[in-house]
């Protein structure tokens, strides 16, 4: 059976508009996406917002770094096109429909994400993802049935595992695979790493994938998602390839 893969907004679909803002997340609802990708940090005063860098420059033109500033000082920050920044409790409140890909982009993070989640009684509506593998397994030992993305580590142990002679059983409560399709130099997503996942209960969703060959390339393996900058144009890629299948 062939699996046609979603489209998960990477930063709200920071291609097509303004990455992280309340507005991109009106963009990726309007695109019908299957997640919304964004990344958290928190301010002077522990407010944790939808932010990438730990500088503003992107996407705000500010050279101040995000935990200079009070929840005041951040919210009042507009886009080129007067869009606004907006905080993880809010997002998850005025936009109640929509999934989302908490990436906690710092520790510091860690807490106030937990307390938004649960203060809008999300957890339902979160898978959570982050670079740091402590910061997973502190999060895991916290909350057991969250849901959540393989940490770096696991990552590595199961690209080993998937490619191994015995193809051994891999264990771990991360249920999502993020990766790149390559990582200096070393290709990540291929058919044997993605059957493999597939073996063991977890979905594969490269990331950041924004040419139409590489997105056309991973649907033909097999993957449950496609992580991108440019929705919109995943979207119509991937509705035209499924037209052609037989």
């Not at 992280?20 to 301010?43: F, H, M, P, W």
Request: with cysteine.
């Amino acid at each position: 059976m062939r699996i046609t893969p979603q489209i998960i907004a990477h930063r709200g679909g920071g291609g097509e508009t303004l990455e992280n803002t309340r507005e991109s997340i009106g963009y990726a609802l309007s695109q019908k996406v299957s997640r919304y990708e964004t990344d958290v940090r928190a301010l002077k005063d522990g407010t944790v917002v939808l932010q990438h860098d730990t500088q503003l420059t992107t996407p705000w033109g500010d050279s101040r770094t995000v935990g200079e500033l009070t929840s005041q000082e951040f919210f009042a920050l507009r886009g080129p096109a007067g869009q606004r920044p907006i905080s993880l409790k809010a997002a998850l409140e005025d936009f109640p429909t929509l999934t989302y890909n908490v990436d906690i982009k710092e520790p510091r993070a860690l807490e106030g994400a937990l307390r938004a989640v649960s203060d809008t009684d999300a957890w339902e509506r979160i898978v959570f993802s982050s670079f740091s593998s402590r910061t997973l397994t502190k999060l895991r030992k916290r909350h057991p049935g969250v849901q959540t993305c393989l940490s770096p580590v696991e990552v590595v142990q199961a690209l080993v595992a998937s490619h191994s002679a015995s193809k051994r059983h891999f264990d771990s409560t991360g249920a999502f695979a993020q990766v790149p399709l390559k990582w200096k130099g070393i290709t990540v997503v291929d058919r044997v790493f993605v059957s493999w996942c597939h073996s063991q209960g977890i979905k594969v969703e490269p990331w950041t994938i924004n040419q139409e060959t590489e997105m056309l390339q991973l649907a033909d393996l097999g993957v449950d998602a496609i992580m991108t900058d440019y929705p919109a144009l995943a979207k119509a890629t991937i509705t035209a390839r499924s037209a052609y299948l037989p």
